[in-house]
């Protein structure tokens, strides 16, 4: 009884004395020898400057008076007390992200019971991420308030104590060379979690160079080609490509060249709102309107791929120009197309590039987009490059005609797939009526294509126009999502799905999980995300699945189909900076493993091997 009045007392009976340290000692019991802080507070950086963008580590250093001690993060039940707090006061755009504290200690409370916490120095890390347009030259104020309970051998007292930090932006990080030890023993020493935080940084034993990082990017961009995303805009430019080989060599090269301008701009504004807003990679997919509307646009061109109707030479030449005669502005628009539907598919090798493209300053981080609208546009490229290498493409031909309508099933699938995504957007009724409003879309094709032909009468034609419009319009009128988000994840409740428990992710759940000591997989994840579906295909693996349960993981899911901030901050904290990731947190290891962007049977089963070790 007597460990429970004695904090209890010391946190309702005597608040007048909670604004600040130093403490008189006499009001704690600690004799009349003068005026002595039992806990002091400094905020510490491991860089005297910083670069835009770029993350760096903060510590708040906590000096112990002899005998005085402080609580962790979280306290287990049995132990009375207040656990510590740092409440974070940071300028306009700056992101703090937790780090694990180190392991609290055993030592005995005011009446002699087992309590744990903390004494003489300790460093209570952070991560600090300035604005990617923050000003070079100007400076920024870091302030924290620690918020606790200070015990010596006698009686407790809960205190607040302000500490803040002046860092400049430059162009480049420079190291405080002062602080650079405090950080380094600071997190040598750890030997276990029990103060997990919420959030940390990938277990990379180093940082790759950013020259494998630019690699990185145009190989991603490469790949990108044969994802499923991009396979119909593919289809599109073979057919170019064929037709294109009896024209001459400049001309060829024109296309080669337009087309990636196409990509290169679009890359560039994609890459610009990333930088600027700090959104994710396939942002715009985690709008409703954006999804509907590259459905109907997919629907479109299917059915006019599958020969249904032809757009005509009135019409804007754009999608003429894709399908026939393929004219610069063709080219042009399947870049911008093909950066469009390649976002749903964060690649093999391009999930690295984009998590340091959203950290790193602005030149640099457009560097990495341009490298990755290069590696999407270079197979098109050489092919308009070498002639040679068109030259040995099939002659155009009656087969043509056959080929383009097969492709439109690609399109069709497109379709299916955006209808799936809005799934996890949109719910009952409306969903229906969205889809029912793509009929009304392909009705409105059909009659275009069925009376808008030239041989029929003017008046004809033109009634065929407006019925088409009419139901063109209308339908997507009618089906235009008014609802952009529906309720996060936090909301729901545990799924059975591909053959394991799925919890919603919360940065709480996750901190109360591994503070318990409980292994945790966490699947971040959208269904815009082409790469997170395949990768759901191990899950159902037997093996695999009694791993889970030999093991006792608890598996949570961070579904980012519609934009949540918590999980942004929570994938880019652990160096990546774009869905798919997947991590496991091991008991008693201070870092979080990141499994590959690819998953298969064998390299999650030997991530959860380790839980052996």
Known sequence: MKSFLLPLFALLAVPAFSQSIPFDPTLLGGGGDGPKALVTATLISEVSSAASGATFRVAVKLVHAQGAHTYGKVLPPEIIGKPTK???????????DELPWPAVHPFKGVDGSQSEGYDSIVFLPAKITPPANATIGTKAELQVKVDGLVCDDKSCMPFKVDAKVSIAIAAQAVTDTAQSAA?????ATEKKTTDTAAVTTSGAAAPPTFLFVMFSAFLGGLILNIMPCVFPVLGIKIVSIVQQSGEDRKQVVMHGLIYTLGILLSFWVLGGLVVALGKGWGFQLQSAGFNYALAAFFLIFGINMAGIFEIGASAVGVGSNLQMKHGLSGSFFSGLLA??????????FLGTALGFAVKL??????????????GLASPFLLLSIFPSLVSVLPRPGAWMESFKQGMSFLLFGTVFFMLWVLTGMIEGLPLLILMLSLVLVAFGCWVYGRWSL?????????????????????GLYLGWPHVEKQPGTAEHGAKFENGLLWEPWSAAKVQELTAAGKPVYIDFTAKWCWTCQVNKRVYPDPRLQELFKKYGVVTLKAD?????DAIKQAFTALGRGAVPVNVLYIPGVKEPLVLPEILTVDNVSEALKKLDK
């Not at 980012?560 to 949540?564: F, L, R, S």
Request: aromatic share 8%; proline share 11%; glycine share 6%.
């Open 361 to 374: 300053p602005a030149p640099q981080a457009m560097l990495l987009f341009t490298l990755i609208g290069l």
């Open 560 to 564: 980012y189909t519609n934009e949540d």
């Open 454 to 474: 030239p041989h029929k009468p003017a008046r004809t034609r033109l009634i065929a126009l407006v019925l088409a419009l009419a139901a063109i319009v209308g």
């Open 183 to 187: 950080f380094g023993s600071s997190t």
């Open 339 to 348: 950066t469009l539907v390649s976002t749903p598919c964060s690649a093999p």
């Open 86 to 96: 740092l409440i974070w006061t940071l300028p306009e755009g700056w992101k703090m």
